[in-house]
């Protein structure tokens, strides 16, 4: 191992390379090396059409982040789980300038695994039928990528996609701690990313480990479970000379609560005014039961699930958790999505999706951008904005309640008062369309696997039978011809036993999520 600047380090990366990242928001991110690499490309062109292959989102959606490869040229390829973050990457993406795929999170994390075992590549379900699928769009997120990285492969008469490897030149890794020897703590991370099997794949198929941390120390001084990444396994190790390079979130520096250091008062989490999006995360908070394993997806309407849980003070009768690898606390909302207050328990983030694909969920709360006739959710692709689908699909995919949270349509003015919802102003995009433009969940997936799906609005609540959306509650203060109906680009089936949304969930104070958690 040897110790070199980040300039030295952005100088070791050729024309042509795959780098390899593991990130999610600014959590694992080598900020450092990254600015050195866009200076470097800036002054003399060089590197030139490197490929990125990235799990997470990677940025803080400002400069900071994996846009900072934004320059035409600096990168020809770029495969994703969640690209939203990085508008210069994205514009160029926009403009068919950069090649670009879409992949499952779970798929991409634990991809580099595979790889470094020599095997052939990540086979698995997560995927079929939804935009990845390459009967449907193989992952392309625009005209110029034609590449195919997955296939349908067919094992005892089932079908499966198969990922397929590749190699790796470059692996940019983030710890806090290296010892002389190279080997990488991550004591102040809040999440144990896929930097192992990141550098096993990388070493494995003859490429270079370059990991930036904040501090070096004394060879045989680091406790051994504390070292998450073997020195034997790390090249270059850059020591970071600026704080705005080692932020542990996309909000914060540091918060010793994500990373396991204290634990804070549960009363010391904001809580959320009483709103549309309140009413809506209290409604879906009926649906859970004691002992559940939860996951809260990406999103203001998943946070609020948690932030109603803890104002109930029921976060200790379920199990909350985070894709990043969390048990247990309470998962954070964005800007510190994948981190988690107090929380009981951190693994491997690859680790997670392992439990996730193989059915541990119980229960997932996510948002929606669209959903269709069918029951078909888009998340990934929707009015010109592109932003990958995360751990969404297999998350979706694999759990055997899902419950998809959102406003019934984008921009409407709305009051909850006197128990009941108050439109002031209609909203202008619609979100019940007849057909999604990207298929993220698929209804038709769901449906032969017999998962329980709702869609849960301040109007009406939803629920997936047959390949059809069925409302079956709806919201106090709501007309169901004006206010729903005339909003949807198809007619829903209406059941015969047709409900109001309990009107309790419309108070300032509630105080009943006990009671159905007991059910």
Same mark, same amino acid.
């Given at each position: 191992?040897?110790?070199?600047?980040?300039?030295?380090?952005?100088?070791?990366?050729?024309?042509?390379?795959?780098?390899?990242?593991?990130?999610?928001?600014?959590?694992?991110?080598?900020?450092?090396?990254?600015?050195?690499?866009?200076?470097?490309?800036?002054?003399?062109?060089?590197?030139?059409?490197?490929?990125?292959?990235?799990?997470?989102?990677?940025?803080?959606?400002?400069?900071?982040?994996?846009?900072?490869?934004?320059?035409?040229?600096?990168?020809?390829?770029?495969?994703?789980?969640?690209?939203?973050?990085?508008?210069?990457?994205?514009?160029?993406?926009?403009?068919?300038?950069?090649?670009?795929?879409?992949?499952?999170?779970?798929?991409?994390?634990?991809?580099?695994?595979?790889?470094?075992?020599?095997?052939?590549?990540?086979?698995?379900?997560?995927?079929?039928?939804?935009?990845?699928?390459?009967?449907?769009?193989?992952?392309?997120?625009?005209?110029?990528?034609?590449?195919?990285?997955?296939?349908?492969?067919?094992?005892?008469?089932?079908?499966?996609?198969?990922?397929?490897?590749?190699?790796?030149?470059?692996?940019?890794?983030?710890?806090?701690?290296?010892?002389?020897?190279?080997?990488?703590?991550?004591?102040?991370?809040?999440?144990?990313?896929?930097?192992?099997?990141?550098?096993?794949?990388?070493?494995?198929?003859?490429?270079?480990?370059?990991?930036?941390?904040?501090?070096?120390?004394?060879?045989?001084?680091?406790?051994?479970?504390?070292?998450?990444?073997?020195?034997?396994?790390?090249?270059?190790?850059?020591?970071?000379?600026?704080?705005?390079?080692?932020?542990?979130?996309?909000?914060?520096?540091?918060?010793?609560?994500?990373?396991?250091?204290?634990?804070?008062?549960?009363?010391?989490?904001?809580?959320?005014?009483?709103?549309?999006?309140?009413?809506?995360?209290?409604?879906?908070?009926?649906?859970?039961?004691?002992?559940?394993?939860?996951?809260?997806?990406?999103?203001?309407?998943?946070?609020?699930?948690?932030?109603?849980?803890?104002?109930?003070?029921?976060?200790?009768?379920?199990?909350?958790?985070?894709?990043?690898?969390?048990?247990?606390?309470?998962?954070?909302?964005?800007?510190?999505?994948?981190?988690?207050?107090?929380?009981?328990?951190?693994?491997?983030?690859?680790?997670?999706?392992?439990?996730?694909?193989?059915?541990?969920?119980?229960?997932?709360?996510?948002?929606?951008?669209?959903?269709?006739?069918?029951?078909?959710?888009?998340?990934?692709?929707?009015?010109?904005?592109?932003?990958?689908?995360?751990?969404?699909?297999?998350?979706?995919?694999?759990?055997?309640?899902?419950?998809?949270?959102?406003?019934?349509?984008?921009?409407?003015?709305?009051?909850?008062? #006197?128990?009941?919802?108050?439109?002031?102003? $209609?909203? @202008? *995009?619609? /979100?019940?369309? &007849?057909?999604?433009? +990207?298929?993220? %969940?698929?209804?038709?997936?769901?449906?032969?696997?017999?998962?329980?799906?709702?869609?849960?609005?301040?109007?009406?609540?939803?629920?997936?039978?047959?390949?059809?959306?069925?409302?079956?509650?709806?919201?106090?203060?709501?007309?169901?011809?004006? #206010?729903?109906?005339?909003?949807?680009?198809? $007619?829903? @089936? *209406?059941? /015969?036993?047709? &409900?109001?949304?309990? +009107?309790?969930? %419309?108070?300032?104070?509630?105080?009943?999520?006990?009671?159905?958690?007991?059910?």
């Amino acid at each position: 191992m040897k110790v070199v600047n980040a300039k030295e380090a952005a100088y070791l990366i050729e024309d042509g390379d795959t780098v390899g990242i593991s990130s999610m928001g600014l959590a694992g991110w080598p900020e450092e090396i990254a600015q050195e690499i866009e200076k470097r490309f800036i002054e003399t062109g060089k590197p030139r059409d490197l490929t990125i292959k990235q799990g997470s989102a990677c940025g803080d959606w400002k400069e900071r982040g994996i846009t900072r490869f934004g320059h035409q040229g600096l990168v020809k390829k770029w495969d994703a789980a969640h690209i939203g973050s990085a508008s210069q990457m994205l514009k160029l993406v926009k403009e068919n300038k950069i090649e670009t795929h879409c992949l499952p999170q779970g798929v991409i994390v634990n991809l580099w695994r595979e790889i470094a075992a020599g095997r052939p590549g990540l086979i698995t379900k997560v995927g079929l039928h939804t935009f990845v699928d390459p009967r449907v769009e193989g992952g392309k997120m625009n005209e110029v990528t034609t590449e195919e990285v997955v296939e349908i492969i067919v094992i005892d008469g089932e079908e499966y996609l198969r990922y397929k490897p590749f190699t790796v030149d470059i692996a940019l890794i983030r710890g806090t701690t290296a010892d002389e020897k190279g080997n990488l703590t991550m004591r102040k991370e809040g999440f144990i990313n896929e930097s192992l099997a990141l550098a096993e794949a990388t070493k494995n198929t003859g490429g270079i480990v370059i990991a930036q941390v904040e501090y070096l120390a004394k060879a045989g001084t680091l406790h051994p479970k504390d070292v998450k990444v073997p020195g034997s396994l790390i090249d270059y190790v850059v020591k970071a000379t600026k704080k705005e390079a080692s932020w542990q979130t996309e909000g914060l520096y540091y918060e010793p609560s994500f990373a396991g250091e204290i634990k804070i008062p549960l009363d010391s989490i904001p809580k959320i005014p009483l709103d549309e999006k309140k009413v809506i995360a209290r409604r879906a908070t009926m649906e859970l039961k004691e002992d559940m394993m939860v996951n809260l997806g990406y999103g203001m309407f998943s946070s609020s699930v948690a932030s109603v849980a803890a104002e109930e003070n029921c976060s200790d009768k379920i199990m909350l958790s985070a894709e990043s690898g969390q048990f247990g606390g309470v998962p954070a909302s964005p800007p510190n999505f994948g981190h988690s207050y107090n929380p009981e328990a951190m693994i491997d983030h690859g680790a997670m999706f392992d439990y996730y694909d193989g059915g541990g969920i119980d229960i997932t709360f996510l948002g929606f951008a669209q959903a269709d006739q069918t029951g078909n959710v888009n998340v990934s692709k929707f009015g010109g904005k592109l932003t990958g689908p995360g751990g969404f699909i297999n998350i979706t995919q694999n759990a055997q309640r899902v419950i998809f949270c959102g406003t019934f349509m984008v921009g409407a003015e709305l009051e909850i008062k #006197d128990g009941k919802v108050i439109i002031k102003k $209609e909203g @202008k *995009i619609r /979100k019940f369309k &007849k057909e999604v433009e +990207q298929i993220t %969940f698929s209804g038709k997936f769901s449906s032969s696997i017999k998962q329980k799906v709702f869609y849960i609005t301040e109007r009406g609540v939803f629920v997936l039978q047959d390949e059809e959306l069925v409302l079956i509650e709806i919201a106090p203060g709501i007309d169901l011809k004006e #206010d729903i109906l005339r909003h949807m680009d198809f $007619e829903p @089936k *209406i059941s /015969k036993n047709l &409900k109001t949304i309990n +009107q309790t969930l %419309f108070n300032s104070k509630w105080g009943n999520l006990s009671k159905y958690l007991s059910k």
